[in-house]
């Protein structure tokens, strides 16, 4: 059996799914890959809980239990504050999963904690993009020049392989990716074309069922969407800057846009799209007709449609559940595992 | 690791939970019970007393009532003294706030599901945190991960394959951990993850649909009273505890509206594994029902009365009710007593008889009948 010690930074909605995922299933996962994974640090934004040898099933199924900010809570092993470095100085973690919440100003904090996990030697997997979104070349030539590796599935349609698909598809010229890459906004737009509420209405509803941020600036102004844009160009070699992508609010639209749209056999979709030949990127607020395939993907689903010189591809799966998300960042974390950690 | 053998479910009703101090006492009796006798239960709670009424009525726009569950459930787990569990348990209601803050003009059952959900929800949590408390290691489960139901919002019903699917996922990390898991009753969730709710005394039917779909023999209902009775002891004091029951005597009963039994709740049992279902209190657990009854147990079992339109009826309730013989001597005591038949209704195949009678002679009959099925005097 082989220890693979894991540290979580950030301990949201993901973190706290991710660490309840492992706890079921790494024995699973230990009886198939002979890996025992050992999640032995987790911060959140105030303290920090470590244990060397690695918390137990029962110890992470209470954490995930803990109210909000309060790993320092977490007796015997929670800390106030938390220092990065005192927390690899005691754990040495092969990998560092990065579950901050995402900031397009800065890239803090996952921009230097990702950072400081590559410097000692610990590979990378996260599912916020902002780091990436700004620092994407500096991040993936740090972690190349070491031999690590940075694996962020969970980013792009969070709750599917759809990134790693994409990069597979190293012999296609990729012209075009367009879709819907936003749960949130995708189900404030299914909301008001189904129960024909206007746009507070159906936002005040996505935030009571959790499905929208308290704060859900990121989603309705379209940095969300703009910034897995942003990731799929570096992911296809052909990158832009998340300034460069034009956006749309969707508070912009009205009960009675939808009205007139359903009136007219139509349906408004918040659709991004990344045209590599016009080297052109967009977050727009647009009208399909019924029958058009990504007018029928509603509620948190997300899809994409790539099309390349060779193909067209369709994919839809569910956004950015956090059930599905964590199982994605887990993925990245065993993919990273079975290819870098045992095989070295 | 616990053996799977060791697994059963326990039922705590909402009238066990008022306040602290009694969150803490059920959880020592979980412990006494079920803990110390090696046995690992899978507990279902039920919101605490009133807080379901009260979640109704903020679903309706009340904020008043929403202050109401917000005062109950933060002054719970203040007895608790554990700054963590207050901050979660405050966390929760400023969730059941936000949504409650979305409640337009228009009834909407959706949100309804939602809103009444946090009793359950906040209960779990105290739960965990009692069992914690008396020493006994316990996590939580989350029903709207696990209860997958149809989209029937207010009254659903469970998708027992699904759902059987999710609980077998986590029955071996359960054993492995020998923590003692705690779950919502009365709510659920759709496969696209919306809230539903169970309908009356769904706690019953969640508890039951676990140990079914989980092939776990005993099942526990607790609460206050000692179990069934041979009839409304408000009607008659002499009623008796009955200690065994049919499933089918059961539904019976509950079709005719006996209290604390929820026909949905047998839907499983009798679907896919027949667990045993305990009701009584921590006290003792009085009625037994399973799914097949020894033949020297067939016979009355309770008699009720239900005012269906006009004319009451009486139901004798009971497997074999519905032979001649008995029949006869029922007809027989109506005779010798002088009341009247308006009418009878009786099929070989149902573990019933109804009788409907005079408005005037309806209690007189329970009372007659009570006797000299029950009470061993002579018709």
Redesign the interface.
């Known amino acids: 059996m082989r220890n693979v010690n894991v540290v979580v930074m950030g301990f949201g909605n993901v973190g706290r799914a991710f660490v309840k995922v492992v ?2 299933k790494r ?2 996962i230990a009886e198939k890959y002979g890996i025992n994974i050992n999640i032995v640090a987790v911060g959140d934004s105030k303290g920090v809980a470590i244990k060397k040898e690695g918390f ?3 110890e992470l ?2 954490m995930s ?4 900010s ?1 790993l320092h ?1 977490f007796a015997p092993y929670g800390r106030q504050e938390v220092d990065i470095k005192e927390v690899y100085r005691e754990t040495e973690p092969h990998i560092h999963v990065e579950l901050t919440p995402a900031n397009y100003l800065t890239g803090e904090p996952g921009y230097s904690n990702i950072l400081f996990a590559l410097r000692n030697n610990a590979h990378v997997v996260t599912a916020n993009k902002a780091p990436l979104v700004l620092h994407y070349s500096e991040i993936m030539n740090e972690a190349r020049s070491r031999g690590l590796s940075v694996r962020f599935r969970a980013t792009v349609m969070g709750g599917t392989p759809f990134l790693e698909m994409l990069s597979s598809m190293k012999s296609h010229d990729i012209e075009r990716v367009e879709g819907i890459l936003n749960a949130t906004t995708n189900y404030i737009l299914t909301e008001m074309h189904e129960n024909l ?1 206007d746009f507070e ?1 159906a936002l ?2 996505a ?4 499905v929208a941020e ?1 704060d859900p600036t990121l989603d309705i102004e379209g940095f969300d969407a703009a910034a897995k844009l942003c990731i799929i160009s570096h992911v296809i070699g052909k990158p832009i800057n998340m300034n460069s992508v034009y956006r749309e609010s969707l508070s912009k639209v009205t009960l009675k846009d939808v009205l007139d749209a359903v009136r007219q056999g139509q349906v408004i979709k918040y659709v991004a799209l990344l045209d590599t030949q016009n080297k052109v990127a967009s977050v727009k607020i647009v009208r399909l007709p019924k029958d058009n395939i990504l007018a029928q993907v509603g ?2 689903l997300n899809a994409v449609r790539v099309k390349t010189d060779a193909t067209e591809l369709f994919f839809v799966g569910k956004g950015g ?1 956090r ?1 599905e998300t964590a199982h994605s960042v887990f993925d990245d974390v065993l993919s990273i595992v079975l290819e870098k950690v045992i095989g070295k | 690791m616990k053996e799977r053998r060791s697994l059963c479910v326990v039922k705590v009703g909402g009238s066990l939970l008022r306040d602290g101090r009694s969150y803490i006492e059920s959880a020592e009796n979980i412990k006494k019970t079920f803990v110390d006798a090696d046995r690992l239960p899978i507990v279902v709670v039920s919101a605490a007393k009133g807080v379901t009424d009260l979640l109704i009525e903020v679903a309706k726009g009340s904020k008043k009532h929403l202050e109401a569950v917000t005062e109950k459930y933060l002054s719970i787990a203040s007895e608790f003294s554990s700054p963590k569990l207050s901050r979660r348990v405050h966390e929760e209601l400023e969730h059941l706030k936000r949504v409650a803050n979305t409640i337009s003009g228009s009834f909407d059952a959706a949100l309804q599901d939602l809103i009444v959900s946090f009793g359950e929800r906040i209960s779990k949590i105290l739960m965990v945190e009692a069992l914690e408390h008396v020493n006994v290691r316990a996590v939580e489960l989350n029903a709207r991960e696990l209860i997958i139901t149809n989209n029937i919002h207010g009254d659903a019903s469970i998708d027992y394959v699904a759902t059987a699917n999710n609980l077998e996922k986590i029955v071996k990390p359960i054993l492995e951990t020998s923590a003692t898991p705690v779950i919502e009753g009365f709510i659920g969730a759709t496969e696209d993850g919306a809230v539903t709710t169970l309908g009356r005394g769904g706690s019953d039917y969640t508890a039951t649909a676990i140990a079914s779909l989980l092939g776990i023999d005993d099942v526990y209902l607790v609460t206050e009273v000692d179990g069934i009775m041979t009839a409304d002891p408000a009607l008659i004091p002499s009623a008796k505890i009955i200690k065994v029951l049919s499933y089918r005597e059961a539904m019976e009963a509950a079709l005719h509206g006996a209290k604390r039994i929820n026909p949905k709740a047998f839907e499983p049992l009798e679907k896919f594994y027949g667990s045993t279902v305990f009701i009584g209190s921590w006290r003792t657990f009085g009625t037994k029902i399973q799914r097949e009854l020894p033949a020297d147990l067939a016979g009355p079992k309770l008699v009720m009365h239900k005012t269906s339109g006009d004319i009451p009826y009486i139901a004798i309730i009971g497997e074999g009710v519905g032979n001649t013989k008995f029949l006869k001597m029922i007809i027989d005591i109506f005779y010798e007593k002088a009341f009247s038949i308006l009418g009878i209704q009786s099929y070989y195949y149902r573990p019933s008889i109804l009788v409907y009678v005079q408005k005037t002679e309806e209690l007189k009959i329970l009372r007659e009948l009570h006797k000299s099925l029950f009470e061993g005097a002579k018709p």
Do not use: F
Not at chain 1, 65 to 68: A, Y
């Open positions: 706890s079921l024995k699973m137990d099933e029962y199924l209470k239990e803990l109210p909000r309060s809570m509420v209405q005040k509803k935030q009571a069922i959790g308290a509620g948190v559940g059930i």
